[in-house]
């Protein structure tokens, strides 16, 4: 028999699959790909899509990036991977490349125009370390853009990048939040600027 912890695990991803699948099709609370569509993505850019889950962000942003462009789809979990990559067979994608890791991503430094992080800064413990990996492959005209929800409040998400001095607000769009990654000069500055200023309203909010 197979270890009742590690059951229960896949019964729960199994679940949270089913659930997210869901919330494709019928768009509930949101539709990912009219998300995506926000970004304002290019033909030919590279995009980290972290946490890619069963792809609900990875498709939309593969369609709009071309073949020219590339999709990495890092996720922890091998039965995300395995969908991800079957999904990308079967529709013929073959601008998505997969990486199997919970952590580093294991690109090139500074070799990534959009990151997307959303639906995961909750589930990171060492919140600060994937900060910095994400830094290192992001291109100093890239952006990495997340996402707030019920599970993290925008004021949480803000706190976090204050704190680490790695990015700092390019803009808000809807419930996404768009950081450009900091020069090593600007690292030490401070957010509070940009806090007064997401209170004030407005959108979106570029500095």
Known sequence: MGDPREMGLNIKI????????LRDRIGIPFKPEEEVRKLGL????KVLDYGCGIGSYTFPAARLVGERGR??????ESSAIRKVEEKARQEGFHNIETILSDLDTGLPDESVDVILLYGVLPEVEHKERLLRELYRVLKPSGYLSTRF???MKKERILEIMEKT?????REQRGHILNFSKRSGKGRGVRQSSFLKALKSGGHPIRF
Request: aromatic share 20%.
């Open 14 to 21: 199994r679940i949270e699959y089913w659930l997210l699948a």
């Open 42 to 45: 290019k033909e030919g850019q």
């Open 71 to 76: 999709v990495y789809a890092l996720d922890k």
């Open 149 to 151: 929800c019920f599970r």
């Open 165 to 169: 001095s790695l990015f700092s607000l």
